[in-house]
């Protein structure tokens, strides 16, 4: 196959309706098996020594917040290749993604908030890892009130795309706060973190599983929303050729 | 290794957090298929009506 074709199934709308007629529901399915056996460990493991039975809010905690970031990442490249290249599925894809980033970083601020309750001794502090979250759904808001507030979509999508863009900024600063400055949140505790910084082996299970279907929930909730702005265009392009043929 | 419900004193912290989790993920996943049939149908009432209207 002509590797310019590869990504077609992507960029063309209708080979995009056909690939995802398929790839939202088997996303769906897959994400729905991982939280159910991902919830199953959660209360099946032991509680922390520290933590005690709040370890369980990490399981939602840390999948809610890693995605915040990623989806905004998407938001932002899909952000980009719609003013680039003017590509109508791209900023479809740009729309579609900014409420459900915007739920999952409302998610993973409330967990946070109520697993800091117990073990802070308080539900917020401004330190740069919260406040720079807060900021992160700022953007998200942001982007979709732009959208929302000017009549011309065409207008609205670069706006907001350019906005978009600006908050891509904001992302390594979430990342690498807990690095930069002193934050009452930890740093990185993942499988991913430094040797002994990581997840001890029981707790990996449960939040692996929950990371892959806070993913693949995503990815399913993308796919449809897509599905529906691309339905939207049609309905919009068709009651046009109406209104002219009504003439 | 059994299930273990008793969260204890942390209940009330533990609790609303699954709940407000599975709310917006019900809220979500309903909002994105309503929003899919209701533009899908749309589309498709739209396309007879032309189709229809055609000399």
């Given at each position: 196959m002509d590797a310019r074709h590869t990504f077609d199934f992507l960029t063309n709308p209708e080979r995009f309706m056909a690939f995802s007629r398929w790839a939202a529901p088997l996303l769906g399915v897959l994400s729905a098996i991982a939280a159910a056996v991902g919830l199953v460990l959660t209360f099946m493991v032991p509680e922390d020594y520290q933590q005690g039975d709040t370890v369980r809010m990490m399981f939602i905690h840390i999948p809610a917040a890693s995605l915040s970031m990623f989806i905004y990442l998407c938001l932002g490249v899909a952000s980009l290749l719609s003013l680039v290249f003017r590509h109508v599925l791209a900023d479809l894809a740009a729309q579609a993604c900014a409420p459900i980033g915007a739920i999952y970083t409302v998610l993973a601020l409330i967990t946070g908030s109520l697993w800091g309750r117990?073990?802070?001794?308080?539900?917020?502090?401004?330190?740069a890892r919260l406040t720079s979250v807060l900021v992160l759904l700022l953007f998200y808001l942001g982007y979709m009130a732009l959208r929302g507030a000017l009549e011309d979509e065409q207008k609205a999508a670069r706006s907001a795309a350019i906005l978009a863009l600006v908050g891509v900024i904001n992302l390594p600063i979430v990342k690498f706060s807990v690095d930069w400055w002193n934050t009452l949140h930890q740093g990185s505790s993942t499988f991913l973190a430094d040797k002994g910084d990581h997840l001890p082996a029981i707790y990996a299970w449960p939040a692996a599983l929950m990371a892959l279907a806070y993913l693949g929930g995503f990815g399913a909730l993308w796919l449809v929303r897509i599905r529906a702005l691309v339905w939207r265009r049609k309905a919009r392009s068709l009651a046009m050729k109406l209104a002219e043929s009504a003439r | 290794m059994s299930f273990d419900?008793?969260?204890?004193?942390h209940a009330i912290y533990l609790w609303p957090a699954f709940a407000v989790s599975a709310v917006a993920f019900a809220w979500l996943i309903g909002d994105s298929l309503a929003m899919a049939r209701r533009w899908r149908r749309e589309a498709e009432r739209l396309q007879a009506e032309l189709e229809s209207s055609k000399p």
């Open positions: 117990p073990m802070w001794g308080t539900f917020w502090v401004w330190d | 419900f008793d969260a204890g004193k």
